[in-house]
């Protein structure tokens, strides 16, 4: 029998959660899996086999996912869906940007954005995964203040070319 809750939060989880609709969630999570190294904390399958409810960890934090169901389907991305088009993005920082980035290409991701260094302290890529989500991958190179961020994002903005 379920029990009174003793925080508002489930225990291994954060205020802010990604939760993910895939068109298909078994195939979804393998993908993790082999792309992020993603380790299956639960699933719940519905009858008819498909996702019902999932929870993976991906390095220390937890991301959700599930197949659509209902009127839920219309928002869910299609796989291939062009770069730009996904409405949001999940942030991901690892110790190695490059190796997990080529890992997940290898798995079956799509590049959006090649690795490269950029001026917040980041070395940084961005990809989109089979089921049409955009990630984007991070290994924090440098600690910069608020104010160093701001100038070297001047700095960078200042380089642009103008259209």
Avoid at 11 to 22: M, N, R, V
Wanted: some cysteine; aromatic content about 8%.
């Amino acid at each position: 029998m379920a029990k009174p809750a003793s925080s508002p939060i489930p225990q291994g989880l954060t205020s802010i959660t990604p939760y993910l609709l895939c068109r298909d969630g078994n195939a979804a999570i393998e993908f993790y899996k082999k792309a992020f190294g993603a380790v299956e904390v639960m699933r719940l399958p519905g009858p008819d086999g498909r996702v019902g409810h999932a929870c993976l960890r991906i390095g220390n934090a937890a991301v959700m996912l599930a197949e659509p169901c209902t009127e839920d389907a219309k928002n869910v991305p299609e796989a291939g869906t062009a770069p730009g088009c996904a409405p949001v993005s999940v942030h991901l920082y690892v110790d190695d940007v490059d190796s997990v980035f080529e890992q997940a290409i290898k798995s079956g991701a799509s590049v959006i954005m090649e690795p490269q260094d950029m001026f917040w302290g980041d070395r940084y890529a961005r990809l989109t995964d089979p089921s049409g989500h955009q990630w984007s991958i991070a290994t924090q190179k440098f600690e910069m203040t608020p104010e160093e961020m701001a100038k070297a994002m001047e700095q960078f903005c200042a380089a642009q070319p103008t259209t």
